[in-house]
């Protein structure tokens, strides 16, 4: 009777552990698009790390601001030399839960809407956000995409006077994730 | 029973820890997968100078690929002296100018024509990327780069009884430099390049040599995130020198707005391409022979998006 009891608790416990499912995504796309009225300017970054924690609905992810890939060089450079200040500030971090996790079931294919808060880091400036997303289970691999803004300000960006037709306020951030099971190697 | 409400309470502390090593986890697994991604990426260092010139000479920066560069650079008289004072509204009776198009055909080859007011002269060059300065899965402390020139003058002989010469043959017209650029970004803001430079002068107009041996030393220290502070040096080596001639020295500012890179700066040259200013100048900065000048660049996106 005890015994059982020992090993029924050992059992749930390492059940537990076992449900901390990971997965891991080394290319996840994370597109950010301002419009302002003199010129659209759109960047891509095909190169964003994720890991997602589906048996707490926790996930974070890590994005190389270098990486993000303009149409043009020197918008690119800009980009990096004086608005998001890359040299100093190499990544952006986001880490966050979702909160309807409940909704979602992991195991089953199928595609669920959910909700995510969590902190995003950029340019030194941490802020608390939400944001609304869908999660598509299929075939055991976890497809995540997002869209939200950011007000450029809110992250200590400063646009000067002169490019204020140029460049949007508040930009567009699309995030397109798909997830493997991740295997510790 | 105490005894299974200790394993229970033992078996949920574990459970506990279990649940706090999930948490650091995440955070973890993507420090160490970020650290394995930046060990196989190669960074390549960009920015090192706001443009292709650091004041009359290059810098080892490439216009990028499919980018048109539309330079337009003014040189006036020197502010003081026999082309400067009131009379000569200090020396912007005198300005001659350069209008140069540069493009980039990939992101280390870039190829770039010009003309000069001064004896009607076109130039060519193009400037190659050998090293690129880079960090990661390559590492490479410099960039390296070729740049050749050639320049042809096209004043006609009867405009200046200087050049009676040239009548002769075209090839007098014709002036070569072959330069390599050696340079690395230190930080944000200072950037270093040694530039040694050998001028050929089919027909010079002065007493000095055919050939010129120079090495030019050149920086930038940035003063804000749009501004920097340039400095660019061209020492001709002694035994090959123009006799009078002063080394060509240069400081100016690059201010950047948008797409455009304005330098304004003060420099004893005249000569805006390297077979003109590397051999110095008759103008001397002790006797305050300087000149204002500055280059304006305007990129345009042209070609393929890629």
């Avoid at chain 2, 506990?16 to 970020?34: F, N, P, Y």
């Avoid at chain 2, 707005?257 to 200013?277: A, C, D, I, P, R």
Wanted: proline share 3%; net charge positive; hydrophobic share 35%.
């Amino acid at each position: 009777m005890k015994g059982g009891m020992i090993t029924a608790m050992i059992l749930t416990v390492l059940a537990m552990n076992a449900s901390a499912q990971m997965y891991l995504t080394r290319d996840a796309k994370v597109t950010f698009f301002s419009k302002a009225p003199i010129e659209n300017i759109e960047a891509v970054n095909n190169e964003v790390t994720s890991v997602l924690n589906t048996s707490k609905g926790e996930f974070g992810f890590v994005v190389l601001i270098k990486s993000f890939k303009f149409k043009k060089a020197l918008m690119e450079e800009h980009f990096n030399e004086n608005y998001l200040e890359s040299n100093t500030y190499p990544k952006a971090n986001f880490k966050g839960m979702i909160t309807d996790l409940s909704t979602v079931s992991f195991d089953k294919d199928g595609s669920y809407p959910v909700k995510v808060k969590g902190d995003l880091s950029i340019h030194g400036v941490t802020q608390n956000v939400e944001a609304t997303g869908t999660i598509t289970v299929s075939q055991g691999n976890i497809l995540v995409s997002s869209k939200f803004n950011l007000r450029v300000k809110d992250f200590n960006i400063k646009i000067p006077s002169t490019v204020v037709n140029n460049i949007a306020e508040i930009v567009d951030i699309t995030v397109d994730a798909k997830y493997e099971p991740y295997k510790k190697s | 029973m105490i005894k299974s409400l200790g394993i229970l309470v033992l078996s949920l502390f574990i459970h506990g820890i279990c649940i706090a090593q999930d948490t650091s986890d995440i955070t973890k697994m993507l420090e160490a997968e970020i650290k394995l991604a930046e060990k196989n990426k190669t960074e390549y260092i960009t920015a090192t100078f706001k443009t292709t010139r650091l004041v009359n000479g290059h810098s080892l920066e490439n216009t990028a690929k499919h980018v048109l560069d539309v330079k337009i650079s003014h040189r006036f008289g020197t502010i003081i002296g026999a082309t400067g004072g009131a009379y000569n509204i200090f020396g912007l009776d005198n300005a001659t100018m350069r209008l140069g198009f540069d493009y980039g055909i990939t992101n280390t080859l870039m190829i770039g024509i010009g003309r000069s007011t001064d004896y009607k002269t076109f130039d060519g060059f193009f400037k190659w990327k050998i090293l690129r300065q880079s960090k990661g899965k390559i590492s490479m402390p410099v960039t390296l780069s070729y740049v050749p020139t050639i320049s042809y003058e096209t004043l006609n002989p009867s405009d200046s009884v200087l050049l009676l010469d040239l009548k002769r043959y075209p090839s007098h017209r014709l002036n070569y430099s072959n330069q390599l650029i050696i340079g690395r970004k230190f930080s944000d803001g200072l950037s270093l390049q040694l530039m040694p430079t050998i001028v050929h002068r089919n027909f010079p107009h002065d007493d000095g040599p055919h050939d010129i041996y120079a090495l030019g030393l050149g920086g930038r220290q940035k003063l804000g995130k749009r501004t920097s502070f340039n400095v660019e040096y061209y020492y001709q080596l002694q035994s090959n020198r123009v006799p009078g001639s002063h080394d060509a020295l240069s400081i100016g500012f690059d201010i950047e707005t948008g797409g455009h890179v304005f330098q304004l700066h003060m420099t004893n040259s005249q000569g805006m391409t390297e077979t003109k200013f590397v051999p110095g100048s008759l103008n001397s900065w002790g006797k305050g022979e300087i000149l204002f000048g500055f280059n304006i660049s305007r990129v345009f996106n042209v070609g393929k998006k890629h």
